[in-house]
């Protein structure tokens, strides 16, 4: 008799919750299900606490890689006024190495290639592949993608290259006072290019608040193409 009665008393204790409500074995009680359910819950938050971490790292990357290529433009830009001002005063400035112009039709074909990536992007409103850096499909679909709300300005940076290239083909195979100014001419075109990339990335860094990692890269060939289209320029000046 006492043997049952402590058979009763351990089988009551192992199916009953603290507060007397019994658990089916089969079920969990209501502290096991909400123990799982916070568990899934701190599970959630982690991944999406993962999630934001790496979509902040990128947006910090993307403006650090923008202001570097900002950089990069006014230190061009910088060099370009102070070689033209030293020669204007009849001093020498330091100019790259004539063979080093080579590079000028290849940055521009580069640039061709962006920009008309670009000029489709923001033709089609299809979504552009920005790779780990940036946001460019928020700089793609924002007011400032085309100039006056019309022009994109993908397009407006593929008829600059071209014409870069055009350019300088004629400088290099053609003869006569066109030939004689392509130097000069490749330079007005890549100073132009390089305030107006100084805008766009102050717009994106100020105004848009994303990066977009094929702007940048048009930036910097800008940048690039306008270093080294000083030497011509100014051999081209010194000759007259």
């Known amino acids: 008799m006492l043997a049952a009665l402590c058979l009763t008393s351990v089988t009551s204790a192992q199916t009953s919750q603290p507060g007397g409500a019994a658990c089916a074995p089969a079920t969990p009680c209501a502290d096991d299900a909400s123990a799982t ?10 991944a999406e606490a993962a999630v934001n971490a790496v979509g902040s790292q990128s947006t910090a ?6 202001w570097a290529v900002m950089i990069l433009l006014v230190l061009a830009l910088l060099y370009a006024l102070i070689a ?8 020498t400035a330091p100019v790259l190495p004539a063979g080093a112009s080579i590079l000028i039709p290849i940055l521009s074909v580069i640039g061709v290639g962006i920009a008309i990536y670009l000029t ?12 780990p850096v940036g946001d460019c499909n928020a700089v793609q679909s924002s007011p400032f993608a085309k100039l006056f709300g019309v022009l994109p300005v993908g397009l407006l940076g593929a008829v600059g290259y071209i014409a870069i290239l055009a350019a300088w083909f004629l400088g290099r195979s053609g003869r006569g006072r066109l ?9 007005g075109m890549a100073l132009f290019g390089v305030l107006f990339s ?8 100020f105004v848009i608040h ?12 800008m940048a690039l193409v306008l270093t080294l289209s000083v030497g011509g320029t100014l051999d081209a000046i010194s000759g007259e």
């Open 37 to 46: 359910s916070t568990f899934a819950g701190v599970q959630f938050t982690a």
């Open 61 to 66: 990357t993307g403006f650090g890689l923008a």
């Open 84 to 91: 033209a001002s030293l020669v204007a005063f009849g001093r």
């Open 120 to 131: 489709l992007i923001e033709t089609t409103n299809v979504k552009a592949v920005c790779g």
């Open 179 to 187: 030939a004689q100014l392509a130097p000069v001419v490749i330079f």
């Open 198 to 205: 100084i805008y766009l990335t102050y717009i994106e860094l």
């Open 210 to 221: 994303a990066v977009c990692i094929w702007c940048l890269s048009s930036a910097a060939i």
